[in-house]
DNA sequence: GTCTATATTACGATAGAC
DNA sequence: GTCTATCGTAATATAGAC
C-alpha cells in the first residue's frame, strides 16, 4: 500500500525505537546519543523526522492516552449494572495495557519536569477519575464490599492494573497466556485470591 | 543526646532532602543543583558529606531494602500456615512501605543505569522471589484458588502493595487511615473486591 | 535523508580560600 | 562546614555539505 519497505525512517517508526530505550534507561536517562545508536542513525538524522526528544515524549503518551480513553466511549462501559461496566472497563484496561504496552509503559513512568509531562499527568489524573466515579455507583448499588474504603479500592486496582507494565511481555502466539493473565487479573481484583469459602 | 539541632547537615539528614527530590524530580531528572537549592546549600559542600549523587541513591535504596528484607526475618513470616505467613509478610511490607515510603519509592524507580541500581534491581528480586515462594506453598496447601496462575497472582500481589508509593501519604496522626489501609490492602488482595455470596 | 562539525548550555565533581 | 570559581565532559540542538 504505502511504504512496505523500511530502510528510511517515519516518525513513528522512530517513535517505536525511541519509545523501546525510554523503557530500559527512563525518559531523562535516555541522551539523543543513546537514541541515535539504537535506531543506527545520526543524532542531526532524528531531527529531520521529529523536533526533538521531547516530540518523542509527546506523540508515546498521546498513543497511550487515546487507547485508555477509548475504552470509556465503548457500549460495554456505559450499558449495564456499574459493577459490570467497572468489571468490562477493567479487562479493556488491561488489554489496551497489552496492546500498547510500551506506550502505556512510559505514560505510567512521567514524573512532570516539562510541560508534556504535566499534560499527561493531567490527563491520566482525568482517567481515573472517571473510573473511580464508576466504583462509587458500584458501590452505592451495594456490589462492592462495605468494609473497604472505595477511594483506596479504586487506587489499588489501578495499582494492579498498571504493575502489569512491570512485568507482561507479550509472547508471539501467545494468546491462550494473554487471555489468562486478563482473567487472572479481573478474578483476583473482584474475588480475592482466597479459596472461596 | 547526640546533636538536637538541625543547624548544619549530616549524611541521613542531607539523605532526607536529597530523597525527596530525587522522587519529585526522578533520579536521572535530579541535578547536583536542584539538591543544592533544596538543601540551602551550595553544590560543593553537598560533597563534604557525601561522595556524590549515586552514594546519596546507594544510601537510600539500602534502607529501604534492609526494611523490606527485615519483614522476612520476623517470626510471622516463619511461623504457622503458608497463607498465614503470606498474609502476615503482605501486610507488614504494606507498614515498611509506609514507614519508609520515600525511600521504598525510590527503590520501585530505579532504572539500572548504573552499577548501584542494578544492584538495587537484584536485590529486589530476590525479596520477590522469597516471597513468591510462600505464596507456592500456599497454592500447594490448598489456602488459594486454583484457577489462578500462581506466578501471575504474585505479581499482582506486589503491583497492588507497591503502588502504595505512587499515592499513600501519610497523615499527621492518621493512625486510624493508616490502619485502615492495610486492612484494605490485606482484604482486597485475599478476598477480593465484591461483595462476599 | 543522512552525515560531520560545532555552538551552547548544563552536568558532576574538584580546588582552594575562609 | 561552607563558599566561589572552575575543570572536563556530556547534553540538546543547529549549520551546512552531500
Redesign the interface.
Given at each position: 500500500m504505502t511504504t512496505a519497505k523500511r530502510d528510511t525512517y517515519t516518525p513513528d517508526t522512530l517513535l517505536s525505537v525511541a519509545v523501546r530505550v525510554f523503557n530500559?534507561?527512563?525518559y531523562?536517562?535516555t541522551s539523543m546519543e543513546h537514541l541515535s545508536k539504537a535506531a543506527g542513525i545520526s543524532k542531526s538524522s532524528i531531527y529531520h523526522h521529529v523536533a526533538g526528544k521531547e516530540e518523542l515524549l509527546r506523540r508515546a503518551v498521546s498513543r497511550a492516552l487515546d487507547g485508555l480513553f477509548a475504552v470509556l466511549d465503548e457500549p460495554g462501559a456505559a450499558r449495564g449494572r456499574a459493577?459490570e461496566r467497572v468489571e468490562y472497563v477493567t479487562r479493556r484496561t488491561v488489554e489496551v495495557l497489552m496492546d500498547e504496552l510500551p506506550y502505556v509503559t512510559l505514560l505510567l513512568?512521567v514524573?512532570g519536569?516539562t510541560q508534556t509531562e504535566r499534560w499527561a499527568l493531567e490527563r491520566r489524573r482525568e482517567f481515573d477519575h472517571r473510573v473511580a466515579d464508576l466504583l462509587k455507583a458500584a458501590a452505592a448499588d451495594?456490589?462492592?464490599?462495605?468494609?473497604?474504603?472505595i477511594r483506596?479500592?479504586t487506587?489499588?486496582?489501578?495499582?494492579?492494573v498498571?504493575?502489569?507494565v512491570?512485568?507482561y511481555r507479550p509472547q508471539p502466539g501467545g494468546d491462550a497466556e494473554r487471555r489468562?493473565?486478563v482473567d487472572?487479573?479481573v478474578?483476583?481484583?473482584?474475588?480475592?485470591?482466597?479459596?472461596?469459602h
Open positions: 530500559e534507561r527512563g531523562d536517562g459493577i513512568r514524573r519536569n451495594g456490589d462492592l464490599r462495605t468494609d473497604v474504603d483506596v479500592a487506587r489499588l486496582l489501578f495499582g494492579m498498571n504493575s502489569l512491570e512485568w489468562q493473565v487472572t487479573v478474578h483476583m481484583a473482584f474475588d480475592g485470591l482466597r479459596t472461596s
